[in-house]
């Protein structure tokens, strides 16, 4: 249980970082903050080559889906853009951290699509909107358009992750840091 909370503090404490430091101009200061917080939760990972696996594929697939919604103006970003054509690169760390949740946090979802598609569709666009009051997004669209559409893209996204880290998951270990002195067994 104490490593769950740890991952989840990790996790939370980078999203804050980066949608504050982008907020506030600093989305460079943001993504080094958030990666650093990565970094952290990889060198202390049970199992280093599934979870590194989760994390690439998953940061490559969430850019991809911001960057597709970006362009459809479903939301803006103010700061952090390396490139016109593709989302800020906070953006990308933010859903690397996000696939660090599904070995150790949220690792109940295993399995349970329909479950994480509902929770997904509830819990994306709650992380949207908390991320505009906070000056960190954009809806251009008008608040209720932009947060139904990325309900719909959440409904699909979260059980892609929860599929993606299933096929990734540790053989011996899940849910455990390397600190932690005993190992949970799957």
């Not at 080094?32 to 989760?54: D, M, N, Q, S, Y």
């Not at 349970?112 to 929770?119: I, K, N």
């Amino acid at each position: 249980m104490r490593d769950r909370i740890i991952n989840l503090a990790l996790y939370q404490a980078g999203w804050f970082a980066m949608v504050l430091g982008s907020a506030n101009g600093h989305p460079w200061k943001a993504s080094a903050a958030g990666f650093v917080l990565l970094a952290a939760h990889l060198f202390l990972a049970g199992e280093f080559r599934p979870e590194i696996k989760t994390v690439l594929v998953i940061g490559i697939m969430g850019t991809l889906v911001d960057t597709a919604q970006a362009f459809a103006g479903v939301f803006v970003f103010e700061s952090g853009y390396w490139t016109y054509w593709i989302v800020p690169f906070w953006l990308t760390v933010m859903w690397m951290q996000f696939a660090t949740l599904f070995h150790y946090a949220l690792s109940w979802l295993s399995g349970r699509y329909f479950l994480s598609a509902f929770l997904g569709a509830v819990g994306g666009p709650i992380a949207f909107y908390t991320g505009e009051r906070l000056g960190g997004v954009i809806f251009p669209m008008g608040t209720l358009r932009s947060l139904t559409i990325l309900a719909v893209v959440w409904f699909f996204a979260t059980p892609t992750c929860v599929f993606v880290a299933d096929r990734f998951r540790p053989d011996t270990v899940t849910g455990s840091y390397s600190f932690s002195g005993r190992q949970e067994q799957r």
